[in-house]
């Protein structure tokens, strides 16, 4: 089955750096895009990153453009996200995903936490 594992989540403080990755299995990982999505406590959950199958296009939301950086090892079926100047409003439960594509459904991984606090 499906399986997406995130993980280097944990406490920094203000312009620090994380790094998190996102262990894939069960699926032809090279062949789908991949995501990160990202939930503040109170808020919605929104994309923060994309990168498409090979890893040539990447794709950010507006606040981290410039500091975070997605890439993908399609040899260790591995999606990361390299987060720099972290900020408190980067604070959030962070989640890997697999898109929909096709007839393939989306699937989630089980969040990761990240706190940027003093």
């Known amino acids: 089955q499906v399986q997406l594992v995130e993980s280097g989540g944990g406490k920094v403080q203000p312009g620090g750096s994380l790094r998190l990755s996102c262990a894939a299995s069960?699926?032809?990982?090279?062949?789908?895009?991949m995501t990160w999505y990202r939930q503040a406590p109170g808020k919605e959950r929104e994309l923060v990153a994309r990168?498409?199958?090979?890893?040539?296009?990447?794709n950010y939301e507006d606040s981290v453009k410039g500091r975070f950086t997605i890439s993908r090892d399609n040899i260790q079926n591995t999606v990361y996200l390299q987060m720099n100047s972290l900020k408190p409003e980067d604070t959030a439960v962070y989640y890997c995903?697999?898109?929909?594509?096709?007839?393939?459904?989306?699937?989630w991984g089980q969040g990761i936490q990240v706190i940027v606090s003093s």
């Open positions: 995903n697999r898109p929909p594509m096709n007839d393939y459904p989306e699937y």
């Open positions: 069960g699926f032809i990982f090279r062949r789908f895009p």
């Open positions: 990168i498409s199958t090979v890893g040539t296009t990447a």
